[in-house]
């Protein structure tokens, strides 16, 4: 593995766990780093709380909303175009809609959107991104993240279109660990468990991003579940 880290692309950063994961990765030399999600305006209070750890971070922030299949590929564009030469070396895809969507009366259409952001919008990230990863995989540590959840398994019909799009989600990732594992690609899913929050003694950013760094260093099971009690 070459000294030098390539760059951290965090798809649907947010003050949660999106920010926290870019944090801590930024602490264990990440300093290049992609933040995306539909308001880059926003993604500078992300950048900030990042510096806060590691003043040197490089930080570009970036609009996508993987809700419009269509332009993923020329937002994903705009990341290769501000990375220059960096490598990619680790992808996070944490994007989604929480909610509530209601047993039956939820509109078909919102289901479709969930679905677009959620399982077309990884599969999107996914195809832009493996090449890259492979590309380095004598160099660096590549690896393509993925938040999940415990509803992927036991879904809750109060949030039964999160939960479709989490199993389908899973599903995605699990092929894509089976498939690249073994070409040098680490494929991994950090599933949380509960709803998170500070207070929470395991489902807090924080600690969840921790989970995710270990995750990444051990690169060996396909996810690791985050519970509260
Ligand atoms: N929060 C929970 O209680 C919980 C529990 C279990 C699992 N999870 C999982 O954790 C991940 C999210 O972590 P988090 O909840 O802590 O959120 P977060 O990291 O704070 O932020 C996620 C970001 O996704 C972005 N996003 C939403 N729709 C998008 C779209 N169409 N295109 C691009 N970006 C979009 C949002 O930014 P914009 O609105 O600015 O686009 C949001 O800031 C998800 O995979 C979620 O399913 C969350």
New binding site residues.
């Given amino acids: 593995m070459g000294s030098t880290r390539g760059a951290l692309v965090?798809?649907?950063?947010?003050?949660?766990?999106?920010?926290?994961?870019a944090r801590t990765f930024s602490s264990h030399g990440f300093t290049r780093i992609i933040l995306?999600?539909?308001?880059p305006s926003?993604?500078e209070e992300?950048a900030k709380f990042i510096r806060s750890e590691t003043p040197s971070a490089d930080i570009s922030t970036l609009a996508?909303?993987?809700?419009?299949t269509s332009e993923i590929a020329s937002a994903l564009a705009q990341v290769d175009k501000a990375l220059n030469d960096t490598p990619i070396e680790v992808v996070l895809?944490?994007?989604?809609?929480?909610g509530p969507s209601t047993l039956v009366s939820w509109p078909m259409e919102e289901l479709e959107?969930d679905l677009?952001?959620?399982v077309t919008?990884c599969y999107a990230v996914a195809q832009w991104a493996i090449p890259k990863l492979l590309a380095v995989k004598n160099t660096h540590k590549p690896a393509f993240l993925?938040?999940?959840?415990?509803?992927y398994k036991d879904p809750i019909p109060e949030v039964f279109s999160?939960s479709v799009?989490?199993a389908g989600?899973h599903n995605l990732v699990h092929s894509i660990h089976k498939k690249y594992k073994e070409e040098g690609v680490y494929c991994g899913l950090?599933?949380?468990?509960?709803?998170?929050?500070d207070d929470r003694p395991q489902?807090n950013?924080e600690n969840?991003a921790n989970k995710t760094w270990a995750l990444y260093e051990e690169r060996s099971d396909l996810e690791v579940e985050i519970l509260d009690g």
């Fill in positions: 965090v798809v649907g950063s947010g003050p949660g766990i999106g920010s926290h994961v995306l999600s539909r308001d926003r993604l992300d996508i909303d993987l809700s419009k895809f944490n994007a989604a809609r929480v959107l677009r952001i959620k919008g993925c938040t999940s959840g415990s509803i999160l799009c989490k989600q950090v599933v949380v468990g509960g709803v998170v929050g489902c950013a969840i």
